[in-house]
């Protein structure tokens, strides 16, 4: 993995690039698209959303794997934790996607479960 200043105008098509925040400077992190992928990250759904068959789009467009560890849904709202697995490329379009439908995403860092 390398990181690099937000100076350079793009990862490159076959570089896709995340931006993340340390110590008040953006820092752009560039992954190798090819690599196998695991990312947590909970996903809340607002109430129009609740009922679209959000998590089986990422699985046939996007060819990941979603492990739902924990979910809840409510007439008004709903929330599950999952963990997307697949190319590093296709992981970071996919959540791209999901915040594009309107779906919040918050990314998690290593949880442990009881």
């Known amino acids: 993995m390398h990181a690099a ?3 350079e105008p793009h ?3 076959d570089r896709p690039v995340a931006l993340a925040r340390r110590r008040g400077q953006a820092l752009r992190i560039v ?3 090819r690599r196998q992928a695991s990312q947590r990250v909970q996903l809340t759904f ?3 959303l609740i009922k679209e068959p959000l998590t089986g789009r990422l699985v046939r467009e996007f060819d990941v794997l979603p492990n ?3 979910a809840s849904i ?3 709202v709903g929330w599950m934790v999952l963990e ?3 190319k590093a490329a296709e992981v970071e379009r996919a959540l791209v996607w999901l915040t594009e439908a309107g779906v919040q995403v918050d990314r998690l ?3 442990v479960e009881s």
């Open 46 to 48: 607002p109430e129009h």
């Open 68 to 70: 739902i560890r924990r």
């Open 31 to 33: 992954t190798d698209p």
């Open 5 to 7: 200043c937000c100076s």
């Open 84 to 86: 997307l697995v697949g």
């Open 109 to 111: 860092g290593d949880v």
């Open 74 to 76: 409510e007439d008004s």
């Open 11 to 13: 990862g490159g098509p």
